[in-house]
């Protein structure tokens, strides 16, 4: 049942539920991506955020629960009708994940000819503009292994939206980046949402960035979601884990000093 | 008796995850045959990792070729001249070196030279997520990174093999001709008048096998790396599914040797 439905959803997912081995990763997760908007995914390192992504892009099967993608339900859909779904998606990797074998520009170009009939002329063309949207038209030639780490960032998002995506993931964009590129991603985050309407979840936790770009928030904590809604909502939560995070402060304090000790020398 | 149920315990693990191992190399040759018969064909990817894995084993090939050709001559002439037959000597290097150190020697070269590679390259792509990207292009991974190095694979390996046996009988030609004065006609002419088809079919169909066996156990060793303990372990565990790649290739290339030429 790939329903048909008209849904104002990109994405709906209900009771996600992951597991790693015996290790459960995401404890039911229940979430509305609307469509046009930017989602902000936030939460500490380990929170579940990338396994999220990685559930609704299919390369992770979950445990139980469903996922619907641009109305193809990832979690029993045939890989066919996975492939046929991804065809209006663009992912960027945490990583960049940008082939080694292959330039900048051929790592662009890649699905163009692979999914596309254009001509060699409009396809350099394409991946031109692209690569100037992104800033790094210098680099068309050079190797990934070439690349600083922002410009591998540039380059995957280029790759990303070389199809001219519905629906963008985006996994941790500034992190790892000085604050002039970071911003720099956020403004052209933000145009690809107006200019082309696309949907675009992100996976961050720099708070400059979040409150510069969501339209709504998702705070994620040990494979919970523990709240989502607008960024003023956000701020306006009174659940000290938010607060927390917000104001940065570090883990709440040890109460138990006994126990934890114990924990520490390992006699328990 | 705790430790021998621990080494029991240990044994039946390892039993599963060869059996594992061996369960996902076969599908991916499933997978492969199934993306070779749908469109659409490219032949470039192919021509492209035959270069790779000429190219990256020639060099290697033409000098053991030589060596092990010059060996052979050396030893049937040491061994032909006890009984006063050295005229043989041309069939006896042609007939080993066709029949069966061609096929193994070759094979063994390219596990060592291209195999390693191919399973470092797909597991680095494995664990930076070029893997996943891939997929999330909406390109197969099946077509795009493992069919062309398979195909690849079964047409190289006996195009190496016939290079490997032709040096290796002008090796043995130099030994027995030029060091021990062989008369020349009689190292051509006993090699034409030994060797038949049927020896040169089983190098080549040897040499066939090797060459889908190789590049399928290097292939799945490096993409199902993620699915090993090595996956966990980064550059390390990229290094030690590459090790074990090539062990088990090689162990599997003479091993089929030995099956082939026992059903021959
Ligand atoms: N391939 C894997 N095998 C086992 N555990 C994993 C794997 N990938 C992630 N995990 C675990 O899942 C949890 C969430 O990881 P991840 O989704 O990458 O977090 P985040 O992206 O929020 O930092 C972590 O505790 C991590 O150890
Ligand atoms: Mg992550």
């Known amino acids: ?268 | 008796m705790a430790s021998i149920a621990k080494h029991v315990e240990s044994l039946g693990a390892y039993c599963i995850t060869a059996m594992e191992q061996t369960g996902r190399t076969f599908n991916m040759l499933l997978q492969v045959l199934w993306e070779l018969l749908h469109p659409p064909y490219r032949f470039y990817p192919i021509v492209r990792q035959m270069y790779f894995i000429g190219a990256r084993s020639l060099t290697l090939i033409i000098v053991s070729g030589v060596t092990i050709g010059m060996v052979l001559g050396l030893q049937f002439y040491n061994i032909l001249q006890r009984f006063g037959s050295v005229e043989l000597l041309g069939a006896g290097v042609a007939l080993g070196v066709i029949r069966e150190l061609g096929p193994v020697m070759t094979a063994l070269m390219v596990v060592g030279r291209a195999g390693s590679s191919i399973t470092a390259e797909l597991g680095i792509m494995r664990i930076t997520e070029q893997v996943d990207a891939l997929e999330c292009m909406a390109i197969s991974p099946d077509k795009f990174l493992i069919a062309p190095k398979v195909v690849a694979g079964l047409l190289s390996v006996p195009l190496l093999t016939m290079v490997f046996d032709f040096v290796a009988l002008f090796g043995g030609y130099f030994v027995g001709v030029k060091m021990f004065g062989v008369a020349e006609g009689s190292y051509w002419n006993g090699m034409t008048d030994a060797v038949e088809w049927q020896d040169v079919r089983l190098g080549l169909e040897k040499s066939f096998v090797f060459g889908v066996l190789v590049t399928l156990i290097c292939c799945s060793r490096g993409f199902y790396m993620h699915l090993t303990k090595a996956g966990s372990q980064g550059a390390e565990g990229v290094s030690s599914a590459t090790t074990d790649a090539v062990v088990l290739s090689s162990i599997a290339v003479l091993f089929s040797d030995f099956l082939i030429g026992a059903l021959a």
């Open chain 1, 1 to 268: 049942m790939t329903g048909n439905t008209p849904t104002t959803n990109a994405i709906t997912i209900r009771d996600l539920v992951v597991d790693y081995g015996p290790r459960r990763i995401l404890n039911g997760i229940n979430l509305d991506v609307p469509h046009g908007q930017i989602m902000v995914i936030m939460g500490q390192s380990g929170a579940g955020k990338s396994t999220l992504l990685r559930c609704i892009l299919g390369l992770k099967k979950p445990t139980s629960g469903s996922i619907q993608m641009l109305g193809t339900d990832i979690a029993t859909a045939s890989r066919k009708e996975i492939y046929k779904a991804r065809k209006q998606i663009g992912v960027a990797f945490q990583g960049g994940a940008l082939f080694s074998s292959m330039s900048v520009a051929e790592n662009i170009q890649l699905a163009l000819h692979e999914h596309t009939d254009l001509d060699e002329k409009t396809i350099q063309i394409m991946t031109r503009i692209k690569l100037d949207m992104v800033n790094l038209l210098e680099a068309e030639n050079l190797m990934p292994s070439e690349l600083s780490g922002g410009m591998a960032k540039r380059a995957a998002l280029a790759r990303a939206i070389i199809m001219d995506p519905k629906l963008l993931f985006f996994d941790e964009p500034s992190s790892g980046l000085d604050p002039s590129t970071a911003a720099e991603l956020d403004q052209l985050i933000l145009t690809l949402k107006k200019g082309m309407g696309i949907t675009i979840v992100v996976v961050t936790h720099e708070l400059d960035s979040i409150f510069k770009i969501a339209d709504h928030i998702a705070v994620m904590k040990d494979g919970n979601l523990i709240l989502t809604g607008t960024p003023q909502e956000i701020i306006d939560s009174t659940n000290p884990e938010i607060q927390g995070m917000l104001n940065r402060k570090p883990r709440e304090t040890i109460v138990d000093t006994d126990a934890h000790l114990r924990r520490l020398t390992g006699d328990f």
